[in-house]
Each structure stands twice: as structure tokens, then as C-alpha cells.
């Protein structure tokens, strides 16, 4: 079996990886249009189920991605200037371009054809394959090229934001709001290696526009951004990657399939950085899709047993990463709380977590809840 992947994403090169590994013998080709050091972002989050899953598919990875965690346990949520720490959740952080450049050494182990700064972008590029993998990101020319037969939506939500890195260290993955005469700022932020942290600033678009961001350049913004969150930052930069305000895209797709054709990771889906889980999706597709491949005597059969599988389970977690991010983006309301109801909000906000499971994580940070609900807490 030929098979092609386009993109050369953490969705394209796992799949790519897992059937090489398999099949020896079966030419897997992806292509690539960045460098095979371009990345955007800086660091990606991943969750002890999403681990245990590629332990379980690919144990040589796994161990040199693993090898380059950062890992904690802490929610971290800063309000009115108060932290307050949540344990019990496990979390791994990883730079994006790391985790990219293990996949790629891996893929080229096994003997997977790479081609970087190359776009595919007409049929006859893929004529041939018995396989063809979109795995071409949230912006996806494969998507749109073929929008007739996905049928795919995309939501593009009110809030900006904004990626940065920053040498401060987070060790946790923290929430910061803080507001001035502008308006509220949010930042994400955790470690992904031991000097650098992932920093997302959000706002709502009231505020954007209050600041005067389409107005300020590049060194500007950080500028700004820096001198709002000055005590976070420890005085620290943020560090820019081609950084730009973005709005989210929430991306959907009716019909996941076009004849050999298949869509996956972000070509696919998104789900807000807010629940971190963009990159777990996109490695779990490819374990999917390579699974429904090896299950199934035949392409079309495959691919309708992973849309089969995988749309539940996609939709269930962009359900719950909706909630998140409608969340922040009418967080103003909730600056009023103080800052544990604010935390407590916060952790249940999505409905994957309540008061129980909240307990069983964290018994200190559910008694001291209690205490201030009833008034004797701070």
C-alpha cells in the first residue's frame, strides 16, 4: 500500500511512524511545506492518558519524548493578586519543535520519506495513493480545496490572542488575570523545558481595542503585555516566535472522508487551548486511523470504522472544550469572586470535573472551598 501523508505535523508523522514500523515494506511518503525546524508556538501539554497511549503504540518514542517532559501535577489559578494551587492533575509539558524533530528522527529511523518546503496543491500530487492523509493544519488547503465534500465549518470565535515563550518558569499550568484601565487579560501559561514557558495572552475584543493593539507593532505589544503582567513575569520578557494576535478557529467538519482521502489533527478539529488538548487530539486520530487500517481488509472500509470510532469521542471532548472556551471569553463577569470561588469555577467549568472528583484530586483545596462557602475561609 502507497500512502501519503500531507503535513508533516505531529498527526502526520505519528501516523506516518506507526505504519512504517508495521509495514516495512510499505512506501509512506509526507510531505511538509515549512522547514523541518519551522514551528509555531512553543510549547504543548499533554495528559498522563495521552502518554500512556503512546507508550502503548510506539514504546521508542514515547521514551525520547518523554525523556523531554516537564511534568506537575498544580493548577495554578492568580487572582487579585492571590495564587491558588490545585494538585492532583497530571500534566507534561514539551516543547512543540522538540517533539516535532523526535517524531521526524523516528519516522526517518523507520524509513519514512520526508520532504520538507514543499506544498502539494493539486490533485495530480497525489495521484497514485492508495492512502492520502490531510493532516495539513487548521488552515487546511486540502479542507478548503475539497469544502464540497467535507463540508466543514469554522467558528471564529470573538477573543484574541496571542502566543508567546518567556524564560520565567511556570511550574504548573497557571491561569492569570489581571485587569487594568484597558480592561482584563488572561494568560495561560506552564514550563516546557527547564527554561522556558509557554505564555498565551487572551482578551476579549472590548479590551483589544481599548489597548490600541491593532495600532501597536510587534516589539510594542510585548511591550504592553510585559508591564501588565511585570510581577508574573518576575520582570522577565516575553519572547516572540513571529508572534500576532489570533482569534480561535473552532473547526468542524460534516463528513471526514473523500474517496481515499482523510482528514485528521487540526485539518480536522480544533479544540481550545484552553483545556490543552490540540496535540492530544492529533496524536490520538493517528493512532485511530492506524488501528481502522489494520482492522479493516480495505481503504473505505477503514476509513469509515475510524470516522465511526473517533467522531464521539472527538465530539464529546469539543464539547467540553467549547464550554472552556466560552468560558473565557465572558470571564469579566466572574472578576467579582474571590479567589478560590474563582478557582473552584474555574476547575468545573467544562463539566468533566466536579465536586467529588475535585476531592479525590485535591482534599485540601475542596476543604478550604467548603470553608469559604460557609464563610470561614479567606
Not at 80 to 93: D, E, L, P, T, W
Request: proline content about 4%.
Amino acid at each position: 500500500m502507497r500512502i501519503l501523508s500531507i503535513g508533516g505535523g505531529p498527526a502526520g508523522l505519528y501516523f506516518s511512524l506507526l505504519v512504517k514500523r508495521k509495514h516495512s515494506d510499505w512506501p509512506v511518503r509526507v510531505v511538509e511545506r515549512n522547514a523541518p525546524d519551522a514551528t509555531f508556538g512553543w510549547g504543548v501539554v499533554f495528559n498522563d492518558k495521552t502518554q500512556n497511549y503512546l507508550r502503548d503504540q510506539d514504546e521508542p518514542s514515547w521514551r525520547d519524548i518523554t525523556k523531554a517532559f516537564e511534568t506537575w501535577d498544580n493548577v495554578d489559578v492568580v487572582h487579585r493578586g492571590r495564587k491558588i494551587s490545585i494538585h492532583g492533575n497530571r500534566f507534561s509539558g514539551i516543547q512543540r519543535l522538540a517533539m516535532l524533530q523526535i517524531l521526524q528522527k523516528h519516522c526517518r529511523e523507520a524509513g519514512v520519506e520526508l520532504e520538507f518546503g514543499k506544498e502539494l496543491a493539486k490533485p495530480a500530487d497525489w495521484e497514485g495513493y492508495d492512502l492520502v492523509v490531510a493532516a495539513d493544519g487548521v488552515n487546511s488547503a486540502i479542507r478548503r480545496m475539497y469544502a464540497a465534500d467535507f463540508a466543514p465549518s469554522v467558528d471564529v470565535r470573538p477573543n484574541r490572542y496571542v502566543w508567546y515563550g518567556t524564560p520565567t518558569l511556570f511550574h504548573g499550568l497557571t491561569l492569570t488575570f489581571r485587569e487594568n484601565p484597558d480592561g482584563l487579560w488572561i494568560a495561560h501559561s506552564y514550563k516546557f523545558n527547564r527554561t522556558t514557558s509557554t505564555f498565551i495572552v487572551e482578551c476579549d475584543p472590548e479590551t483589544w481595542r481599548t489597548a490600541g493593539m491593532a495600532g501597536r507593532d510587534e516589539a510594542a505589544t510585548r511591550e504592553y503585555l510585559q508591564e501588565v503582567f511585570r510581577e508574573d513575569l518576575q520582570g522577565r520578557p516575553l519572547l516572540s516566535n513571529k508572534s500576532a494576535w489570533l482569534n480561535f478557529n473552532l473547526v468542524r467538519n460534516a463528513h471526514w472522508t473523500r474517496g481515499n482521502m482523510v482528514l485528521i489533527g487540526d485539518a480536522l478539529h480544533t479544540a481550545h487551548f484552553s483545556i490543552g488538548s490540540g496535540t492530544r487530539l492529533a496524536l490520538e486520530d493517528s493512532i485511530a486511523l492506524f488501528r481502522a487500517l489494520e482492522e479493516k481488509d480495505s481503504v473505505s472500509s477503514a476509513l469509515a470504522a475510524f470516522e465511526l470510532a473517533r467522531r464521539p469521542k472527538v465530539e464529546d471532548l469539543q464539547a467540553a472544550a467549547q464550554e472552556s472556551m466560552e468560558w473565557f471569553e465572558t470571564a469579566k463577569k466572574f472578576m467579582r469572586m474571590a479567589p478560590v470561588e474563582l478557582a473552584y469555577v474555574l476547575m468545573t467549568r467544562s463539566g468533566k470535573i466536579d465536586h467529588e472528583n475535585l476531592r479525590r484530586r485535591d482534599p485540601a483545596f475542596a476543604t478550604a472551598y467548603e470553608e469559604w462557602k460557609e464563610g470561614i475561609g479567606p
